[in-house]
Structures are given as structure tokens and as C-alpha cells.
């Protein structure tokens, strides 16, 4: 495809944080001054994952009132409007926007006002995806998790965790997730974008329909056998990916076996201002790098309906506008 008609594809994404996500205008409108590129984007020769995660401390400053995070869910949605993404999943995490005068569960709410009137312009569906973090205790992750489950089906649609994965792995997180299972929330698991195997498996185990990232399971045939089995969704984020050195190359990238082996692939951005990219720039690096051919992207999308955290309604919706193209 060419990069017109990749813009023009109706696209959905279900790996975007909003942090690593929103327009430089929306941050220095919130900031009050001018903000250079450089420090909101990593470059081309982004040298490791520290280097990358410095680039969040402007954002996260932006959404620590109900003010900000109302503008930044208009905000990350006008941006996807630029390249007719249909539908996003949006996660953060409720628990670093708290002050004493905003609990987790109104910043989510606040965020949600904020991604429904970018519904009502954009004609945008999406979800809300809180995450946990892995530093931060079970206790103080589960009342999040739990102020999330009151908003399930009203702009909230699932749960994550994110944070270090090497420092915290995911057998720590077991009890938290059985937990998380049984109020009946969805969730996804920031899992095997850090070398380790057994956090996806432990994942899977205990219950994350989705992986996000997933790269570890390069070479492992049984687990990749087992994901594809399960249909389990894995939320590739190739720019993001080789920008952290999660791969030491765009050669050691398993986009290619994951598909050929038929696991449910989906792309995404991680992080659109961060990585400086867009659904469209992954599309296209994937069909220049890894031979992904035209009927595999629409794969990839209806891939990411299939695995998406949302109502069957929406899911038909969207599975109409990919039958279009």
C-alpha cells in the first residue's frame, strides 16, 4: 500500500499510552512555554530504554488535573482523527495523576469527559485502559483496579500493568490478576518486552487475554504454538521496540514469525510523540522491513478488532469499515 492509502485505512490500536501520546501544541499550551521537539521525542539513535523513558516527565506534568486530562483525551484523538484511526484503547496509570484533591477514580473520569467529546468530533470509539504499576504496592493497585471495574463498560475497558518488568516480574503479580479475573475485568499484561519468557506464560495463566509487546517469545515454539492456540492478542509496538533495544536489531524483530506461525498480531504506537510516530509510519515500516504484504495489514487490523475490549456492537462497527477496503 501506498502511504496515502495506509493513512486513508481505517485503523484501530489497542497499545497507546497517553502520556508518551500527546501533541506538543497540547503541552506547551499546558506549560505555559515553548517546547522543543528534542525534549518531547527521542532521536533516531535512541541508545536505551532510560534514554526514552526521560521523555515522559513534560507529559505526565500536563494530566495532574481534571483540566488536563480532559484536554489530553481531546487531545490524543484529534491526532488519530489526522489518520482515520477508528478506534483506540487509551491507557495510563490513574494512580500517578492522584493529588489530594483528585482521587484515581475522578482522574479517570476526567479523562473519559475528555475522550467523548473527541468521540463526538472525531467519530473516535475508544476505551480507557488503567494501569497498574508494577512499583507501586498490591494494595494501592488493586483499589485502583477496583475504582476502574465501577467504570467498566462507561469509558473504562480493561486493565494493565505496566512499569520495569526485568525489576518486578510477573509471578509477583499473580494474586493481584486471579483477583483482577474474578471481578470480571478484561486485562492486558505488559509482558516479554524485557528478555523473560515466563511473563508472558504467567500472564496467560492467570488470565490476560493480551500481551503487550510479547517479543520474548521469539524462538519459543511451544508458547507461540499455545498464544496462537488461545487467540491471545499481541500488541507489537515495532518503533517504540527498537527505539528501547528491546531487540538489538530490526533483524532479531519477530513481527514475521509471529504472523507465519498465526498468532493474533496487532501494531501499534506505544507512543505516538515520544517514538515520533503514527499507525500509518509502523504500517509502512513493517511492509518495508518484514515483506508484511497488503491483505496481512488488514489482517493485522481485523486482528486488533478481534482482540479489542470492546462491545460487540462497536466490534461490528468496525469490522464493516475494514470490510470496505
Not at 199 to 226: C, L, P, S, W, Y
Request: hydrophobic share 35%; aromatic share 6%; glycine share 8%.
Amino acid at each position: 500500500m501506498t502511504t496515502e492509502e495506509l493513512t486513508a485505512l481505517p485503523k484501530v490500536e489497542l497499545h497507546c499510552h497517553l502520556d508518551g501520546s500527546l501533541s506538543r501544541g497540547f503541552i506547551e499550551k499546558r506549560l505555559g512555554r515553548e517546547v522543543s521537539q528534542s525534549e518531547l521525542s527521542v532521536s533516531e539513535d535512541c541508545r536505551s530504554l532510560n534514554e526514552y523513558l526521560e521523555k515522559f516527565d513534560l507529559p505526565g506534568k500536563c494530566i495532574m488535573d481534571e483540566t488536563g486530562l480532559k484536554e489530553a483525551g481531546y487531545d490524543v484523538l484529534k491526532s488519530m482523527k489526522q489518520e482515520n484511526v477508528c478506534y483506540a484503547e487509551i491507557r495510563f496509570a490513574p494512580l500517578f495523576s492522584e493529588t489530594e484533591s483528585m482521587s484515581c477514580k475522578k482522574a479517570m473520569e476526567a479523562l473519559i469527559k475528555g475522550l467523548e467529546r473527541g468521540k463526538q468530533d472525531f467519530a473516535i470509539e475508544y476505551g480507557v485502559i488503567a494501569c497498574a504499576m508494577r512499583h507501586i504496592g498490591e494494595e494501592e493497585n488493586w483499589r485502583m483496579i477496583r475504582a476502574a471495574r465501577e467504570l467498566l463498560g462507561s469509558g473504562v475497558c480493561g486493565a494493565d500493568l505496566a512499569g520495569a518488568e526485568a525489576s518486578y516480574p510477573m509471578s509477583q503479580f499473580m494474586n493481584l490478576f486471579e483477583n483482577t479475573r474474578k471481578i470480571g475485568m478484561p486485562f492486558t499484561i505488559h509482558a516479554g518486552e524485557c528478555g523473560s519468557v515466563d511473563n508472558i506464560t504467567d500472564a496467560v495463566n492467570v488470565g490476560a487475554k493480551r500481551i503487550g509487546h510479547g517479543i520474548a517469545m521469539r524462538g519459543h515454539e511451544d508458547v507461540i504454538r499455545e498464544l496462537a492456540e488461545k487467540k491471545i492478542g499481541i500488541e507489537m509496538c515495532p518503533i517504540s521496540n527498537l527505539q528501547t533495544k528491546a531487540v538489538s536489531g530490526p533483524e532479531f524483530y519477530p513481527i514475521r514469525e509471529f504472523l507465519d506461525h498465526g498468532v493474533r498480531v496487532t501494531v501499534n504506537t506505544d507512543n505516538r510523540t515520544v517514538s515520533n510516530t503514527t499507525m500509518t509510519k509502523e504500517l509502512e515500516f513493517i511492509q518495508k522491513t518484514y515483506g508484511v504484504r497488503d491483505e496481512e495489514v488488514l489482517l493485522l487490523m481485523r486482528n486488533a478488532v478481534d482482540a479489542a475490549f470492546a462491545s460487540d456492537t462497536v466490534k461490528e462497527k468496525l469490522y464493516r469499515k475494514l470490510a470496505e477496503k
